[in-house]
């Protein structure tokens, strides 16, 4: 373990009290005037929650933005599919709710692997998030005398999930879009679609902007900026299947990281328990169902093991509602990682449901009969609809049938108070950062931190680093810039000259799927140390493999309109073989987080270091701290160590029961 | 397990819009009824790259109903022939043994083409940034719940903002109108409290941006209606002719 000079991974938490410590905090920030944020200029890459509110934001203040997406839209980032709810210290309930209850729930949940400022700090700006998009017009559910309605999620006592049926995501992310778009009709954003980041500019150690490939051109584009805005995502899909959007990346931070931003808790990824399990080999994606759902839904299996009948016949006394059973108090609604790896136990004892077993029941029976069918339908309506279009079962007739999947990844680049990653200049919100989620995030959580950052933290911390700065004139002929683009030129010229055997034949996704399948195997719900070990060097030979007989066939047509640069015009194979390369790096850094942190602790399960109930086990005196890992260009990675403090929380063993 | 089936795609291709296009035709025979079509599109082009021919471009990416992305005819109907589907949605299930599927893309004047079964959307986020939203600065916010708001009307407003901008009201449509597209932003935002301030203003600037598109006009044929994914109703239109009658 290096502990390093505290430079490097200084998070330059606020001094005092917990309590009110980011506006005092924020009060002593430098301030930029409006005049002069006229001159400046900030690159935003990504246009879910966090990148859209951020751009917006920093826009309304006075600041040029260049926001970049992959997508033809930025209505379409993968926010969009967030499904159950957004969470909010209001306590309009009346059951007790506060902002250190938010704050505690939030810090307990991550099993005391995240930052108390953060966490505290998060709490503090939920309810200002729910003012914001309620005056945009975000159409909340409601209640009859006309005031916003609450429901409970996964790992909470209280009612303070704010909730749009089950669009809450979407919903957000409309609101969200539509200021950016008010700013871009104001001539302060200039929206940049169908982009994928394939380099960052890096110049005196500062970043200021990216190269990336118009994906319908195929050219090659330079950006610079006087920051650099990363909001991008999460990596879930280096598991092939998972519940993020299929083309959802892990380019953009992990391109970041190997110019000098850290990347922290890689292996610090949420398998979500409520999704629709996988058939097919062609399937494509796995379908989560809101975890809203276990709210009424109730979670069984079969008592006897391999038992064949339909579940309708199979009698009330021969059910195990084992999360019930297992966890008195919180029964259903225990958090996340404790009820995916419950299931998956369950179902590698044999008593698993559906193809190959690998699936348990989520059933609404009891709710139908308690509220009535109106009442779920009114909950959930479009939820139920996706499950029956999917499975063709009606779910109000019999149970779901929900196994867990990849969902979120808490590990993100390294970031301080200010969200600014170890490289200067590069700030991180929304998922890509590592923040506030410690090993585990609780649901609704995900909306609420991807809205705080990009609302309310970046343009504050953003306005404070720019006004300490005098930055050199960087265009797109800098130096930097030309050696970044070169860079982006030489990989792509190499993909597109496939070598050996499969000369461009082999499609990329058939690459990803073994790579997915051994991710999942090895570094998914549970993990054990020589397997991890193992591991690294399977993606090892499979990375190797790929380099030398992967790559994908030149499409290049002279005739096309507007198209001179590498990987002329739409090439989707290109695109596909650019993120995995990324995927194999961030493969074999997962893998050895996961082997480094021989600890258990949230969603981060070690099969060496567990309870004698099979609950994880912390080693708070090695490992209670963030590991924050170096790239380097000659040798594996650096494993440097943020320490974690706890002055508000004594770090207790979680327990649901 | 149920039994494959054998599916033929006639598939629109063209690799440029400058370039003449024309429909190719593939067989897939064995595949299982639980994959989507987009799933099919997918082993389709596995196999197309295998043989080191061009993969067919279409969009995609939640595939879950939600982002939009996806989008084109099937069998000459927007999504396909499934109510309230996108066409990520649909399953082969849907279809019988050895039938032939007739894929183009979304045909309208403000969307061009480019490539294959994808068209450029981008003249509807224009529409929006005319004036789809309230304007409020982040931090100028008042406390949520001095607004109230009643359920139903709450419950009206959500359903007109579930539009997800697919665009296939707009290919549905014989005129390539996007009346039901602005007509659910403005049903939204009016029916809010939030709304209000700007509504007559939003009303005439995003119906004249979307003339200035190239959208054509509604002749009520309530194809849209019948297309649309998220089953947001044509009354709509008629509820935006008087929103947009000169006082």
Redesign the interface.
């Known amino acids: 373990m290096n502990v390093d000079a505290p430079s490097r991974h200084d998070p330059h938490l606020p001094a005092g009290a917990l309590e009110g410590a980011w506006q005092r905090h924020r009060r002593d920030l430098p301030l930029i005037s409006a005049a002069n944020k006229h001159k400046l200029r900030v690159l935003v890459v990504g246009s879910g929650l966090a990148g859209a509110s951020a751009a917006a934001s920093l826009a309304e203040q006075g600041y040029y933005v260049s926001l970049i997406t992959y997508h033809d839209s930025p209505r379409r980032a993968h926010s969009v599919a967030a499904q159950g709810g957004i969470n909010a210290a209001k306590n309009y309930a009346n059951d007790g709710d506060s902002v250190t209850r938010l704050f505690r729930d939030t810090v307990k949940g991550g099993d005391f692997r995240a930052r108390e400022a953060g966490c505290f700090r998060l709490a503090e700006l939920s309810t200002a998030i729910i003012d914001q998009c309620v005056a945009q017009g975000v159409p909340f559910a409601r209640d009859y005398g006309g005031t916003l309605a609450n429901r409970s999620f996964g790992g909470a006592l209280v009612s303070r999930t704010f909730y749009a049926r089950g669009q809450t995501g979407q919903q957000l992310l409309y609101g969200a879009v539509q200021a950016l778009l008010r700013q871009v009709e104001a001539g302060r954003i200039e929206l940049l679609p169908r982009r994928d980041l394939v380099e960052l500019v890096v110049v005196d150690g500062v970043a200021r902007g990216v190269v990336c490939r118009h994906l319908v051109s195929g050219q090659l584009e330079t950006w610079t900026a006087n920051a650099v805005v990363l909001a991008s995502g999460g990596y879930s899909n280096i598991y092939y299947l998972s519940t993020n959007a299929v083309k959802s990346n892990v380019s953009a931070i992990w391109r970041a990281y190997r110019k000098g931003a850290d990347f922290a808790n890689p292996c610090f990824t949420q398998i979500h328990p409520t999704c629709i399990p996988s058939g097919d080999v062609h399937q494509s994606k796995l379908t989560l169902m809101s975890e809203s759902l276990r709210n009424d839904g109730r979670v069984w299996l079969p008592a006897t093991q391999a038992d064949g009948r339909a579940p309708e016949a199979i009698p009330e006394e021969e059910r195990d509602y084992f999360l019930e059973r297992q966890y008195p108090t919180y029964g259903n609604m225990v958090p996340r990682d404790v009820a995916s790896r419950r299931s998956r136990e369950r179902c590698l004892a044999g008593h698993g449901v559906g193809p190959g077993g690998r699936s348990v029941y989520l059933d609404l029976k009891d709710a139908l009969a308690r509220d009535g069918k109106a009442a779920l339908e009114a909950r959930y309506g479009n939820l139920l609809e996706m499950y029956e279009r999917i499975t063709g079962e009606d779910p109000l007739v019999t149970p779901l049938r929900i196994y867990p999947a990849p969902h979120y990844t808490m590990g993100g680049l390294w970031v301080d108070y200010h969200l600014m990653s170890t490289l200067p200049g590069l700030f991180v919100l929304g998922e890509a950062n590592f923040s506030e989620h410690g090993a585990n995030r609780l649901g609704a959580s995900a909306l609420m931190q991807g809205l705080a950052d990009g609302y309310f933290i970046a343009p504050a911390t953003i306005t404070a680093w720019l006004a300490g700065q005098s930055q050199p004139e960087v265009g797109p002929d800098h130096p930097a810039c030309r050696q970044a683009r070169h860079e982006a030129e030489v990989r792509i010229a190499a993909l597109l000259a496939p070598r050996g055997r499969s000369g461009g034949l082999r499609p990329v996704d058939d690459w990803h799927r073994e790579l997915g399948h051994l991710m999942i195997e090895t570094c998914g719900i549970s993990r054990q140390g020589p397997r991890l070990e193992k591991a690294i060097a399977q993606v090892e030979d499979l990375r190797q493999s790929f380099d030398q007989e992967g790559g994908v066939a030149d499409l290049g047509s002279a005739r096309i309109s507007n198209s001179s640069g590498p990987g002329r015009g739409i090439h989707s194979e290109l695109e596909k073989a650019l993120r995995l390369q990324d995927y194999f790096g961030l493969a074999d850094l997962m893998l050895r987080d996961a082997l480094a942190r021989q600890e258990s602790c949230g969603a981060h399960f070690r099969e060496e270091h567990q309870t004698a109930t099979g609950e994880a086990l912390r080693d708070d005196a090695r490992f209670g701290h963030i590991a924050a890992w170096q790239w380097r260009q000659d040798g594996p990675p650096q494993r440097h160590v943020e320490p974690l403090r706890f002055n508000e929380i004594t770090p207790s063993q979680r327990d649901y029961q | 397990m149920s039994a494959t089936l054998r599916i033929s795609l006639r598939i629109w291709r063209q ?5 003449p296009g024309g429909f190719e035709t593939h067989r897939l025979e064995g595949v ?1 009824p ?3 079509l ?3 599109l ?2 389709l ?2 196999r197309l ?4 021919e ?2 067919v ?1 279409f ?11 996806c989008g084109f005819m099937v069998n000459g109907q927007a999504h396909g022939p ?1 109510a ?2 996108s066409v990520c ?1 649909l ?1 082969l ?1 849907q279809f019988r043994d050895g039938e032939e599927l007739v894929l183009e893309p979304w045909r309208a004047r403000a969307f061009p083409l ?2 294959d079964l ?1 068209v ?3 003249a ?2 224009r529409i ?3 004036g ?14 001095a ?5 139903d009307q ?2 009206s ?2 359903e007109t ?2 539009c ?2 697919c665009g296939a009201c707009v290919a549905s449509c014989r005129n390539a109108s996007a009346n039901l597209f602005v007509a659910a932003k403005l049903a ?2 009016a029916q ?1 409290p ?2 209000q301030p700007e509504r007559q203003r939003r009303a005439r600037a995003m119906t004249e941006r979307m003339a200035a598109e190239g959208f054509g006009s509604c002749s009520s044929q309530l194809e849209c209606e019948a297309v649309c994914p998220k089953q947001i109703s044509a009354d709509w239109i008629s509820w935006m002719n008087r929103e947009t009658r000169p006082l």
């Open positions: 690799q440029d819009p400058s370039l299982s639980d994959l989507s987009l799933e099919l997918d082993l082009n596995e790259i295998g043989a080191g061009r993969p471009t969009e995609h990416d939640c595939r879950e109903g939600i982002c939009g992305s499934r309230a589907t949605q399953y299930r480019l490539q994808s450029d959307r981008s509807l986020d929006l940034a005319a789809g939203y309230c304007s409020v600065n982040t931090g100028q916010a008042p406390e949520a719940n607004l109230l708001v009643g359920r709450a419950t407003a959500f903002a579930t997800i901008g939204h935002l809010l939030q709304g």
